[in-house]
Every structure is written in structure tokens, then in C-alpha cells.
């Protein structure tokens, strides 16, 4: 499986973005995709996740009611719709796909949960 984040930039505070990440190559054990980010000399967090069969979806409390994810199942791809975007939200993006097939939905907050890694996409937010 191959990822490939795009849509990042740079934007002012209070601004938009909606980053795209398509998968591609063979698929296999694919049960949702996540978003992650990582700001400088900050540990890599969780941002959203989506599950392919039914689209229930989870969010980090940073970003509720401001980011938005959603999928197109038909061509792989995994959006997510970022909205009065803050300075904090700075960071590198990377997408991923779930791969642990367990039922706890705790475990799409974590990365243990995502088999494969897009390179990640760059949003930079100016105050």
C-alpha cells in the first residue's frame, strides 16, 4: 500500500485547508484510516479517524467541532476538512491506515492500531 498526503501549505489563523490522502497499490486488512500530526520537538498525536464500513469517526478533543473527516470508499481517499485552523495546529500531517483488526474503538486514538504510513504533508498556520 502506498500513501499519498497532499494539501498542506501554509494559511492565517482562522483559515482552511482539507488535505487529501489517497491509497493506492494492493489493500489489504484496511479497516479506516486515521490522521496524525507531530509539531516540532512534540511527540506524534492523534488527530482523526474514519472506518471504512459505516464512516463512524473519531476526533481528538483539540480539533472537534472544527476538523472534519470523511472518505470516498470507491477511490480510497481519506479527507480531512480543517477549519478555523489555530497557530497549535501546526505540524506535520501524515495519514495512516488501520490495519489492527480489534474491536475496541480506543485503539484508532493509537498508533499501534495503523499498519502503514503516508509521508506526511506540511500545515502551517500563521497567527
Same mark, same amino acid.
Given at each position: 500500500?502506498?500513501?499519498?498526503?497532499?494539501?498542506?501549505?501554509?494559511?492565517?489563523?482562522?483559515?482552511?485547508l482539507r488535505l487529501s490522502c489517497a491509497a493506492?497499490?494492493?489493500?489489504?486488512?484496511?479497516?479506516?484510516?486515521?490522521?496524525?500530526?507531530?509539531?516540532?520537538?512534540?511527540?506524534?498525536?492523534?488527530?482523526?479517524?474514519?472506518?471504512?464500513?459505516?464512516?463512524?469517526?473519531?476526533?481528538?478533543?483539540?480539533?472537534k467541532g472544527r476538523f472534519m473527516i470523511s472518505?470516498?470508499?470507491?477511490?480510497?481517499?481519506?479527507?480531512?476538512?480543517?477549519?478555523?485552523?489555530?497557530?497549535?495546529?501546526?505540524?506535520?500531517? @501524515?495519514?495512516?491506515?488501520?490495519?489492527?483488526?480489534?474491536?475496541?474503538?480506543?485503539?484508532?486514538?493509537?498508533? @499501534?492500531? @495503523?499498519?502503514?504510513?503516508?509521508?506526511g504533508t506540511q500545515v502551517t498556520v500563521s497567527?
Amino acid at each position: 500500500v502506498q500513501l499519498q498526503a497532499s494539501g498542506g501549505g501554509l494559511v492565517q489563523a482562522g483559515g482552511s485547508l482539507r488535505l487529501s490522502c489517497a491509497a493506492s497499490g494492493r489493500t489489504f486488512r484496511s479497516y479506516g484510516m486515521g490522521w496524525f500530526r507531530q509539531a516540532p520537538g512534540k511527540e506524534r498525536e492523534f488527530v482523526a479517524a474514519i472506518v471504512w464500513s459505516d464512516g463512524t469517526t473519531y476526533y481528538a478533543d483539540s480539533v472537534k467541532g472544527r476538523f472534519m473527516i470523511s472518505r470516498d470508499n470507491a477511490k480510497n481517499t481519506v479527507y480531512l476538512q480543517m477549519n478555523s485552523l489555530k497557530p497549535e495546529d501546526t505540524a506535520v500531517y @501524515y495519514c495512516a491506515v488501520r490495519t489492527y483488526s480489534g474491536t475496541s474503538s480506543g485503539s484508532y486514538y493509537r498508533e @499501534y492500531a @495503523y499498519g502503514q504510513w503516508g509521508q506526511g504533508t506540511q500545515v502551517t498556520v500563521s497567527s
